[in-house]
């Protein structure tokens, strides 16, 4: 059977939906699929074009038998929503040019990452060129997500975009999301067959990880990841005095708000904050590992969203510190694997940092939960296995 990966954002990128991606094709491999990706010039989070990829507008790529085919995109990591748009829909065209390679190969099935829904769109046409069962896969609801983050207001160039949203979940074979509430969501719109497929997390990278935490007097908390407006890592920064917790706060990352940040840090030395470059993802087990708790915000409850964060931090039992709600507070109160406080509510998450630095007992029941949870129940290989085998079973007509 071949499967085409369709996505703006893939390795040697870091981040949750390039790592997802990733360990997807490789397992899709191992089954015995023949795995195709079509993506962009790598240049997140920066947004700007990897040096090695600068000056080109097509790249053919070989990755342990997986094809990559790369295409130029306009990269920006700007805030203007103008330029941002501007640059999803440069790749949304220039991804067309594999047509040729696409006809020649006839895949079986197009699978498609959302956002940008503008790339969904652009699968729905190629998979319809070369007679291939689409399957979109939604990892934020676009554009309720932009309207949530105030990026595009309820006016009619939302609803202009909420009927491509609807149109494509029809035209769909198959809609995927990786939460309970964008599953829903999908059923709601007019998806026809939906499936809950979970981001989830590679267990056995993080096994060798050993957690057994003993009182402290200084505990050192971590944060990994994008450092833009919508995880609000610089309003934590500029409302929190660690040290007066008697508390170190870690971050490593890069993103929109990074050189304001550090720009802040270093007016602010005396906060116990440091500022650290992004680590790959092989580096991020034995990283997190060091911890006694890991810090996860969000600015707003974002509708479906579940921080890929929440798992990686289970596998490796650190106990969660949750800045948000919805679906992702659901699972850590559920699971009993951390503490949660309501977006941008500075006072709730220091008394949690105080409650998790107090409880020696609290923070090894929280770490033993995530573990065990994390193996039961949000097992990527199990759950890209799982998703394997129904769609050869929906290919043999079973």
Request: include cysteine; charged fraction near 25%; proline fraction near 4%.
């Amino acid at each position: 059977m071949k499967i085409i990966i369709l996505s703006q954002f893939f390795h040697p990128e870091i981040g949750a939906p390039q790592n997802r991606l990733l360990e997807l094709a490789r397992i899709f491999n191992i089954k015995g699929w023949e795995v195709s990706v079509i993506t962009s010039m790598p240049n997140y989070p920066t947004g700007k074009i990897f040096p090695a990829f600068r000056g080109k507008f097509k790249l053919k790529e070989n990755l342990d038998s997986i094809n990559i085919l790369r295409y130029w995109m306009y990269a920006s990591n700007a805030k203007g929503t103008v330029i941002r748009i501007f640059s999803m829909l440069t790749f949304s065209f220039t991804c067309l040019f594999s047509y040729a390679f696409l006809k020649k190969l006839k895949p079986d099935f197009f699978f498609v990452e959302s956002p940008p829904l503008s790339l969904a769109l652009s699968g729905y046409v190629l998979s319809k060129l070369c007679k291939s069962k689409l399957i979109m896969n939604v990892s934020d609801i676009w554009p309720l997500t932009a309207k949530e983050l105030g990026a595009i207001n309820d006016g009619v160039f939302y609803k202009r975009i909420e009927s491509i949203e609807k149109f494509l979940y029809k035209k769909a074979f198959l809609c995927t999301g990786q939460s309970e509430e964008i599953v829903e969501h999908l059923k709601r719109k007019g998806g026809k067959k939906v499936y809950l497929f979970r981001n989830g997390v590679d267990v056995q990278r993080f096994t060798h990880v050993a957690k057994e935490f003993m009182k402290q007097d200084l505990i050192k908390i971590i944060y990994t990841g994008l450092i833009g407006v919508a995880q609000g890592i610089f309003e934590i920064a500029k409302n929190i005095n660690f040290k007066e917790l008697a508390a170190e706060f870690h971050i490593y990352g890069d993103g929109a708000e990074k050189e304001a940040l550090s720009s802040f840090l270093i007016r602010n030395p005396e906060r116990n904050i440091f500022l650290h470059e992004p680590v790959n993802r092989e580096e991020i087990p034995d990283l997190i590992g060091k911890f006694y708790c890991t810090i996860i915000p969000l600015v707003k409850n974002i509708y479906g969203a579940v921080p890929s964060k929440i798992y990686e931090a289970m596998a490796c039992g650190l106990p969660i510190l949750f800045s948000g709600s919805g679906e992702g507070a659901r699972i850590i109160i559920g699971y009993d694997v951390g503490l949660t406080s309501r977006p941008g509510d500075f006072e709730e998450l220091k008394k949690n940092i105080l409650t998790i630095k107090n409880s020696v007992e609290l923070r090894n029941r929280m770490s033993l939960n995530g573990r065990k949870i994390s193996a039961e129940k949000f097992d990527r290989n199990k759950i890209i296995e799982k998703f394997s085998n129904k769609l050869l079973s929906i290919a043999e007509g079973r």
